[in-house]
């Protein structure tokens, strides 16, 4: 008989820990919430014929970009919980290294990322009836979509294992959240007539990256402003990876 690997092991135990209603509450119905309330809300202040269904075919590639930031949130919480717990150090006195709990996390934060993508386009094909997009617009945004979920899953991970408090790692965790969320092109597109420290905001902002993939891919235009966006992408993902493993495999097992 075949043993089920390690890593996979790790991935069914991090997913049936998160998905419990509470956690899918936050993974999927705030992101589904936006599509929902922004989507008609600022559609119907476009004022022009189809301005909803315009608004929603914009927006959709930016809410598919965002699950990359919520799935973020899941490798960073399970390392704080389980180091708070007891549940990190218990896992390494069994048959996983500290290398196999990594890659358990990182891979359940790409597979979020990608599933939670996947649920809002389903979600805006009920809203909109169609989307016009090809298969390879999809592939990129795809594909974007899981380097962001590395991104953000290191990020998070980097965060969980600095913070030794609960509630600064939560209080962190949410102004992370809406700062990247809200200065980003998820919602809207930038303009150079916002304050000159939003347009920073927007420019550094890794989500405004993928946003910007996910949205070219489906429209098929890539603006040649852009195009450097996914290799830094790609570069600050590699960056923030390797800290958060450095920060993490030196970091107490434990808490208690």
């Keep these: 008989m075949v043993e089920t690997p390690a890593i996979l092991k790790l991935m ?7 998905v419990d209603p509470g956690t899918l509450i ?3 119905g705030l992101p589904a919430m936006y599509l929902v309330f922004f989507g008609f809300g600022f559609g119907a202040m476009i004022g022009t014929a189809g301005g909803t269904t315009a608004y929603l075919t914009f927006l959709t590639p930016g809410i598919m970009s965002f699950q990359c930031l919520m799935a973020g ?8 919980a389980d180091r ?3 549940m990190l150090a218990q896992l390494l006195v069994g048959p996983f290294t500290r290398l196999q709990y990594l890659l358990g996390i990182m891979l359940t934060s790409l597979l979020f990322g990608l599933a939670g993508g996947l649920v809002m386009f389903f979600g805006a094909l009920l809203l909109i009836g169609s989307l016009n997009v ?8 795809f594909g974007v979509i899981a380097v962001g979920s590395i991104f953000f899953g290191s990020l998070m991970l980097l965060i969980a294992g600095l913070v030794k408090s609960n509630n600064a790692y939560n209080s ?9 969320n809200f200065a980003s092109t998820v919602f809207y597109s930038f303009s150079t007539k916002l304050p000159l420290p939003v347009q920073v905001l927007f420019q550094v902002n890794p989500l405004t990256y993928v946003a910007n993939a996910a949205r070219g891919g489906f429209e098929g235009v890539f603006p040649a402003s852009d195009v450097w966006q996914v290799p830094l992408l790609v570069v600050e993902t590699i960056v923030v990876l390797a800290l958060a493993t450095r920060v993490y495999v030196k970091s107490d097992i434990s808490f208690v």
């Design 12 to 18: 069914y135990r991090n997913v049936k820990v998160n």
């Design 26 to 28: 936050i993974l999927v």
């Design 73 to 80: 949130t899941v490798g960073g919480s399970m390392l704080w």
């Design 84 to 86: 708070r717990w007891g």
């Design 134 to 141: 090809t298969l390879w617009g999809m592939l990129t945004a």
């Design 172 to 180: 962190i965790q949410i102004l992370v959240i809406f700062v990247v």
